[in-house]
Structure formats: structure tokens, C-alpha cells
């Protein structure tokens, strides 16, 4: 399912003391299928823009077109849209509510007037999407879980939706290592196994470089720049200038190619550093 922004623009509180243009003439192009990391500092619009994608704001200006539907047009039903994209807020642990795991990731599959057995396949199914067992954990309270669990409970009642675009903000955030970890895995696995477009908002380029094929840099509501990362780390002193930091291993590698060393620059992550390293030290061992 693609998705389309075209000047999008949207004001908070205008024409008060307190007005602040949140995003201001924003155009984007996501195609099916793909794994979009949406980065920037706090106040970047990075929140804002993402809850425009199912209608949950609307905006001041611009179009917004899901799947060939424009959602910005009065007649829209925006229910139906949402069962298309599906959101996970941060800290979606937050919205747990129910006695039993089950029931929590049963809730949005059960108001859509499924069947029982249609609904409990999805419930397993999402449960298993995010490494929870349903066998062994559907009676138990999502309240008596860690909190990386909670957060998995959560995000597995938005994919029990069954969406085409799974957008999730900040969904690492609060979380130890080994909890972040398991969390992207997760998400690189649904997305995948299913096909699912994802849009994954973070402020931490260490966990987008890893996981997303495409990144959208926000900065002061406009998008500046947009890219493979390996491009898009190639900038890293305007990263450092709008308050971002590109992976550690990238200021490293770009440390040894200024003291004239050559390092293959497509370089991003630990594994392709470590074999370029090796690979430059049995050069120098040989020469």
C-alpha cells in the first residue's frame, strides 16, 4: 500500500501567542512494501506527520493519498482507513486495559465484527509476530509482564488489525539493549514475512541504520534529507548541525579515511566494518 504527501502543512494553535508551524509544505513518496525510517530531534515533526496518516490530524493544507484514496477529502471513512494503517504510539504499553493478554489483542479484532475463530487466529497469530507464545500466555494479565513484553503485547493488538502500513513511534524507546534488540527484530520480521509498508519513527540513528532500507530526516517540519542510509550518513556534518549523530562505527570509519586510509564508503554497520578493518590490516601486514 504507497502513500502519498503532497504540501502538507499543519499549524498548531493558530493565530494565537502560542502558534507553531509543526509541518510546513511537506511532500513524501512511500511505495509498497518498504521500510521507512523517519529520524530528527524532538519538535521536528516527525509525530505530527505520522498522525496525518490516518486521519487522526488533519491538515491546514495539503493532500494526503493512501492506496490511490485521497483521506483528506470530507466523505472519507477515516474508520476504514485506520484499519488499513495501523499506529503504535509510544510507550503503547501505556494503553493495555484488559484482564488477560488475549482479550487486550482481541479487543480491535473483536469490534470489527469478526468471528470467534477468525478472531482468536488473528490474536495468535500477532502474538506470535512479536515472539509471545499464545498457548502458554493468553490467560495471563499483560500487567504482570516486563515491560519489553508489555510493549510487544501492545504493538501485536495493532497487527491483530491485519493493516497494509504499520507506522510505530518510537517503539524502542525506555527499553534496555537487549529489549530494543528484540524489538526490531520483530519488526524487520513482520515486515518481511508479510510485506508490510513500515514507517519507523525514531531519534536514534544507531536503530534506523539497521533496520530500515530508506530514511526521511526531519528537520524544523520539513523533510531535508531523504535517501539509502549509506547516503544519507554521507552528510554527516548537516546531521551534526541539526542536532543528529550518525552511527559511531560511521565517525569511526570516516576518521580512518581522513588520516588516508581506504575504507570502502558504503560502509554502516559493525559486521561490514569489522571485515573491511581485517581486510585493511592484511593489506598493511602484506605490503
Same mark, same amino acid.
Given at each position: 500500500m504507497s502513500v502519498d504527501v503532497i504540501d502538507l502543512t499543519h499549524v498548531y494553535n493558530p493565530g494565537t501567542p502560542f502558534e507553531s508551524k509543526a509541518l510546513n509544505d511537506v511532500s513524501m513518496h512511500i511505495e509498497s512494501g518498504e521500510f521507512i525510517g523517519i529520524i530528527g530531534h524532538t519538535g521536528s515533526g516527525k509525530s505530527t506527520l505520522i498522525q496525518h496518516l490516518n486521519g487522526l490530524l488533519k491538515p491546514?493544507?495539503?493532500?494526503?493519498?493512501?492506496?490511490?484514496?485521497?483521506?483528506?477529502?470530507? !466523505? /472519507? #471513512?477515516? @474508520?476504514?482507513? &485506520?484499519?488499513?494503517v495501523g499506529l503504535v504510539f509510544q510507550y503503547p504499553e501505556y494503553q493495555l486495559f484488559e484482564e488477560t493478554i488475549y482479550k487486550?489483542?482481541?479487543?480491535?479484532?473483536t469490534k470489527l465484527g469478526l468471528d470467534e475463530e477468525e478472531v482468536r487466529r488473528r490474536v495468535y497469530e500477532s502474538l506470535k509476530d512479536v515472539g509471545i507464545d499464545a498457548e502458554?500466555?493468553?490467560?495471563?494479565?499483560?500487567?504482570?509482564?516486563s515491560g519489553g513484553q508489555k510493549r510487544r503485547?501492545?504493538?501485536?493488538?495493532?497487527?491483530?488489525?491485519?493493516?497494509?502500513?504499520?507506522?510505530?513511534?518510537?517503539?524502542?524507546?525506555?527499553?534496555?539493549?537487549?529489549?530494543r534488540d528484540?524489538?526490531?527484530?520483530?519488526?524487520v520480521k513482520i515486515h518481511k514475512e508479510k510485506g508490510t509498508t513500515i514507517l519507523l519513527v525514531s531519534h536514534s540513528m544507531e !536503530? /534506523? #541504520?539497521? @533496520?530500515?532500507? &530508506?530514511?526521511?530526516?526531519?528537520?524544523?517540519?520539513t523533510i531535508e534529507l531523504t535517501g539509502p542510509p549509506k547516503e544519507?550518513?554521507?552528510?554527516?556534518?548537516?546531521?551534526?548541525?541539526?542536532?543528529?549523530?550518525?552511527?559511531?562505527?560511521?565517525?569511526?570509519?570516516?576518521?580512518?579515511?581522513?588520516?588516508?586510509?581506504?575504507?570502502?564508503?558504503?560502509?554502516?554497520?559493525?559486521?561490514?566494518?569489522?571485515?573491511?578493518?581485517?581486510?585493511?590490516?592484511?593489506?598493511?601486514?602484506?605490503?
Open positions: 491546514q493544507k495539503g493532500t494526503i493519498i493512501v492506496n490511490g484514496l485521497e483521506i483528506t477529502q470530507k !466523505d /472519507v #471513512s477515516l @474508520v476504514n482507513v &485506520r484499519k488499513k487486550d489483542v482481541a479487543f480491535g479484532p502458554e500466555k493468553k490467560d495471563a494479565s499483560p500487567f504482570d509482564l503485547v501492545a504493538i501485536a493488538g495493532v497487527i491483530a488489525m491485519e493493516p497494509d502500513i504499520l507506522i510505530l513511534d518510537e517503539p524502542t524507546a525506555g527499553l534496555d539493549p537487549q529489549g528484540e524489538i526490531l527484530e520483530q519488526i !536503530d /534506523v #541504520s539497521r @533496520v530500515a532500507s &530508506r530514511l526521511m530526516v526531519m528537520n524544523h517540519g544519507v550518513f554521507r552528510h554527516e556534518k548537516r546531521l551534526a548541525e541539526i542536532g543528529l549523530g550518525v552511527p559511531k562505527i560511521v565517525t569511526l570509519l570516516n576518521i580512518l579515511r581522513d588520516k588516508g586510509y581506504e575504507i570502502n564508503k558504503d560502509i554502516i554497520s559493525m559486521d561490514e566494518a569489522k571485515d573491511e578493518i581485517l581486510k585493511l590490516i592484511r593489506r598493511k601486514s602484506h605490503a
